[in-house]
């Protein structure tokens, strides 16, 4: 636990990537296989399940501390995060403990969770006791499932690799389904990690995805690529990217993010295929048409326990394929992509199965052509092209090494809206107000117009932009609302996002996709702010 925190400490603290890639490899060294795999877990993305409430650990942190309530809160306002907090309030440790992270999550956290108030407390008052500052802030962190770090996945395999002199790529594969958390990391899975490459790997592989290519966004002008006959043109869907494996008589479905949601889609890992078949696509809602479902349609897949037929008829997915990875057992990811193409339409037409449909290829005569096409996206319900070079191999993440891969997007819906909430942000901008509220103009049944909040952001600004938005929100506030302020309306934003859709959840009825903050309005005050009728002017009419 102590070699775990100094690492999430190390990491924190730069945004330098030699830094922390050094930091990785001298942890990794030195880690026992068991501590090691537990740190791959959350390191790669793992999200650790909530132990015991915030609440509880609120309550139980200010009598292990003898702290009244009101000042436990003010220093929480102060600092903005609740781990931080709590590190910093507890006396002094009366001993030191020794145990590795694998001890901690395995045979101390996890059996807090569904444990009675009183065995918490207990519990949580004889670790505090053992920990110093940083290490009580981890497993706060870890306890409260809150836990994030700043490192990428790619990263993490880079620091594997080099330890264990294997190839980042092999490294990447083998990573594949290691966050989902249906499976707790062992030492044997980490030994098998960093082990050297075995002839029989590929064939042990159950139902382990590959690692997905992913596309560049394109800024440059698409001429800049050449001659447009050299590139596969297809449609991008907005929907959940997935592979779905075919291997020992059984079907595998994985998200993009690592997560197994075989049980969410009955109908697609009910399908039929040939032995030794892995496809990349795109999970959609297809009811009928030419166009998909928008994406709130299939959150309402995604976000359901148990699905009934009713749901099921109402909601049917299926699986736009953009590639075979796969095939009758053989690793087919190194031809280039116009062979993988053609192997992708043979299998997908020998299937003939209403839930596995291709994606279609966009032809054009010119670069200006397919810019004319490409503004009937919206209409077909999509987010804009995707550009494969013909010549591609299947590549691993967002790499550039064996081919490209281009997302031509259309530009983003956009708004004027006024801030109106900030909290606190996490880590080194814990300190600062960058998590905003937005809101537009709408009438209250008595002609007069008030605000009212359709989104929260807060990606889009540069440091010195958010160090003068965080001066004025703290010139500006209103009320606090333990540690969210509500300001006076001072500030307007231009805020872009994906998609947007009705929804009886939010206040406004609308909900957005992606929002993000495109820049500040100085130019504008906030009586110029957009209304909430020219949110419901994007909706897409209704299919008839």
């Known amino acids: 636990m102590r070699e775990f925190a100094r690492l999430y400490a190390e990491l924190d603290e730069t945004t330098a990537t030699n830094r922390k890639l050094e930091a990785l490899r001298a942890y990794f060294a030195s880690a026992s296989p068991e501590n090691a795999a537990w740190a791959v877990y959350f390191l790669a993305g793992g999200k650790p399940r909530q132990a015991v409430p915030v609440k509880l650990l609120r309550q139980y942190a200010t009598e292990y501390a003898g702290l009244e309530e009101w000042l436990f809160d003010e220093c929480y306002n102060a600092v903005g995060d609740l781990a931080e907090t709590i590190a910093h309030i507890l006396p002094e440790p009366k001993h030191r403990s020794d145990l590795g992270l694998a001890e901690w999550i395995e045979q101390r956290i996890a059996p807090l969770r569904g444990a009675p108030p009183e065995d918490i407390r207990a519990a949580l008052f004889r670790y505090w006791e053992e920990l ?259 010549g591609a191999q299947y590549g691993v993440g967002r790499t550039k090494d064996v081919g490209t891969w281009w997302k031509w997007k259309i530009d983003p819906y956009s708004v004027d809206a006024v801030l109106v909430y900030a909290q606190a942000g996490h880590g080194r901008r814990a300190s600062l107000y960058t998590d905003y509220t937005f809101a537009v103009w709408d009438s209250n049944g008595n002609g007069e117009r008030q605000l009212v909040p359709f989104a929260k952001a807060y990606s889009g600004l540069t440091d010195a932009e958010i160090a003068q938005v965080d001066n004025a929100i703290r010139r500006t506030t209103i009320e606090r609302f333990g540690p969210v302020r509500s300001v006076r309306p001072t500030m307007v934003f231009e805020i872009g996002f994906e998609g947007i859709a009705l929804s009886p959840r939010h206040k406004s009825g609308i909900a957005v996709r992606f929002p993000r903050i495109l820049r500040r309005r100085d130019d504008k005050s906030i009586d110029d702010a957009d209304t909430l009728d020219a949110l419901r002017s994007l909706l897409s009419p209704p299919s008839p």
């Open 132 to 390: 110093e500052t940083r290490e009580r802030f981890l497993l706060v962190k870890l306890i409260g499932g809150g836990f994030r770090v700043g490192v990428s996945k790619l990263l993490v395999t880079r620091a594997l690799s080099t330890i264990a002199a294997v190839d980042s790529k092999l490294i990447a594969q083998r990573l594949m389904g290691w966050t989902d958390g249906s499976v707790n990391p062992t030492a044997k899975g980490f030994l098998q990690l960093i082990a050297a490459p075995s002839a029989a790997e590929h064939a042990e592989r159950g139902g382990q995805p590959y690692p997905f290519f992913l596309a560049h966004p394109l800024q440059a002008p698409p001429e800049t690529l050449g001659d447009l006959h050299g590139w596969q043109v297809e449609w991008k869907y907005d929907g959940m990217r997935a592979q779905l494996v075919s291997r020992g008589g059984a079907n595998w479905l994985w998200s993009r993010g690592e997560e197994l949601i075989t049980e969410r889609f009955p109908e697609l890992v009910s399908m039929r295929l040939p032995e030794g078949t892995v496809i990349d696509g795109e999970i959609l809602v297809w009811p009928s048409g030419d166009a998909p479902a928008p994406f709130a349609a299939l959150q309402k897949r995604i976000g359901r326990k148990t699905l009934g037929a009713k749901l099921l008829a109402e909601l049917p997915a299926v699986l736009v394929a953009y590639d075979v990875l796969e095939l009758d057992g053989v690793d087919v990811r190194q031809l280039p992509q116009r062979e993988r193409r053609a192997l992708l339409e043979t299998l997908v037409a020998q299937a003939g199965l209403p839930q596995l449909r291709i994606s279609p290829l966009v032809h054009a005569g010119s670069w200006a052509e397919l810019a004319e096409i490409r503004e009937e996206s919206r209409t077909r319900g999509v987010e804009g092209m995707m550009l494969k070079a013909g």
